[in-house]
């Protein structure tokens, strides 16, 4: 299967990676979303993340059940299509939710897995490990002893994925070019992966994400956008059988149970409805680029992980979470990456060599802009020695902070007070 020119049906690729979504330009559909910028030139392309599928469903309409048991319904779900179930697990809410859904209801995890720079001794690793040594392992650990269970945990090192780049490793990463999240593509190589995808049908689990309500015009409408993925999607380029490599679901959001997506919005609606006015959600909840996406998941976390959060709604968070990037690349976890000169010498040459690639053969209407605090851009200069030929210019768009986001069909949750 050859993805490099698109393909003409989102039928010719496999469901397992169309589900992660896909990127259609002219009718051609493509798995890495950089192939379909290239096509696309100066145009537009069109995200597709299992639009077919969502149309099916009615939003408006509230499920009976309360969350929490269509947490567990999800859970069961998994557990029984697939023979093994991996949990990758970061620490954060959205993951440990994924994860209590499973274990407070009793149901198996062949292995929970936290990734991370574990090997490295560059300057600033700390910085990377800081979520999975502060939060993540400490919480497992106090969990296996509250529930009396032994947990299948392993930490996978990050850094032997960096060693394996080509020049074209772009177009096997997703738009997301953190290196934490260019690892991804690596991950079935490593031996417990392999161990695990060798003992049966086995899906390795991503908690994603938070549904996002857009408010336009007194109604209420949930969408996905393609950024809020991260690294695990669009990530494919793939011209050779792919039954070995590993197989990715999101806990959330799935069309096997747009049920949980459906109420969850319809509880956050309700909740900030109560908060308020039209004029006011006309304002916070936009699908623009000032939206607050901090502020957003203040509101929303406590709504749809009550149970596991202790923060009001609208809160700051009780727990400790490292801040979005600053951006794109530009990520206090990846200052490791570029320090790590001697370790990755012919990795970080291929690293920025595939960053000038997308400059030379991308539109940069498709890239964000470069922030125009000069403060941050210089303090990321000091801690991170970067390729000269990498550093932006302030205003212009660039590689380094990220693609621009595109959004799936809207769909609709309901009218305001109704």
């Not at 493509?30 to 392309?45: M, Q, T, V």
Request: charge should be neutral; hydrophobic fraction near 35%; charged fraction near 25%.
């Amino acid at each position: 299967m050859s993805t490099l020119a698109g393909l003409p049906d989102r039928n010719m690729i496999p469901e397992r990676l169309r589900r992660l979504g896909i990127y259609e330009y002219k009718g051609l559909y493509y798995l890495n979303k950089f192939r379909a910028l290239e096509a696309a030139g100066s145009d537009y392309i069109r995200w597709d993340f299992n639009d077919a599928e969502f149309a099916l469903h009615n939003f408006s309409h509230e499920p009976k059940q309360e969350l929490y048991d269509l947490y567990a319904q999800r859970a069961w779900q998994l557990r029984t299509k697939y023979d093994r179930v991996i949990l990758f697990y970061s620490g954060g809410i959205d993951s440990t939710v994924m994860l209590r859904a499973f274990v407070d209801n009793n149901i198996p995890i062949d292995a929970v897995i936290i990734t991370g720079a574990f090997s490295t001794n560059a300057r600033y690793s700390e910085i990377n490990l800081a979520e999975q040594k502060k939060v993540a392992l400490p919480y497992l650990e106090k969990l296996q002893k509250e529930k009396n269970i032994k947990l299948n945990i392993y930490c996978l090192d990050i850094v032997p994925a960096h060693k394996g780049y080509t020049e074209d490793w772009v177009y096997r990463s997703s738009y997301n070019l953190v290196p934490a999240t260019t690892a991804i593509s690596e991950f079935d190589k490593d031996p417990f992966v392999q161990n695990i995808l060798s003992q049966g049908n086995t899906v390795a689990l991503r908690g994603i994400d938070k549904p996002r309500l857009v408010f336009e015009k007194g109604k209420w409408y949930m969408a996905f956008l393609d950024v809020t993925i991260g690294g695990v999607s669009s990530r494919s380029d793939y011209n050779k059988d792919i039954s070995n490599y590993m197989l990715e679901e999101f806990f959330y959001w799935s069309p096997d149970c747009p049920e949980l997506l459906a109420k969850q919005a319809h509880v956050i609606a309700k909740e900030l409805e109560s908060r308020f006015t039209i004029a006011q959600c006309e304002q916070k909840f936009t699908k623009t680029s000032k939206f607050d996406k901090i502020g957003y998941g203040e509101l929303v976390e406590p709504i749809v992980y009550g149970k596991y959060v202790k923060q009001e709604i609208g809160g700051k968070r009780t727990y400790f979470y490292v801040p979005p990037a600053f951006s794109g690349v530009m990520n206090t976890k990846s200052w490791w990456f570029f320090n790590a000169k001697e370790e990755l010498a012919k990795d970080n040459q291929l690293f920025v060599q595939g960053l000038l690639t997308l400059k030379d053969k991308i539109d940069p209407m498709h890239f964000n802009k470069t922030p125009t605090d000069t403060s941050k851009m210089e303090k990321w200069a000091k801690y991170c020695p970067i390729d000269q030929r990498l550093l932006p210019t302030i205003g212009e768009r660039d590689p380094l902070f990220g693609t621009v986001g595109c959004w799936s069909p809207f769909y609709y949750i309901k009218d305001y007070g109704v």
